[in-house]
């Protein structure tokens, strides 16, 4: 899932724990406004990612 921050949402991080508010929001907006159930951050799927970007994982271990 990609989230997008807007000019307001950016504007906002200078508070304390914002960031999750703003994810919390956008995630439960877009599950409202779609109606497709959201996957549990512990279910994640690994993606087939290119091989020039397989590197740039790889090195995050």
């Keep these: 899932m990609i989230v997008v921050l807007d000019k307001d949402d950016i504007s906002?991080?200078?508070n304390n724990g914002t960031l999750i508010q703003i994810l919390?929001?956008?995630i439960k907006d877009l599950?409202?406004?779609s109606g497709l159930p959201t996957t549990p951050a512990e279910q994640f799927q690994e993606i087939d990612l290119p091989e020039h970007l397989k590197i740039l994982y790889d090195s995050g271990d």
């Design 31 to 33: 599950f409202e406004l």
């Design 12 to 14: 906002g991080l200078t």
């Design 24 to 26: 919390t929001r956008k």
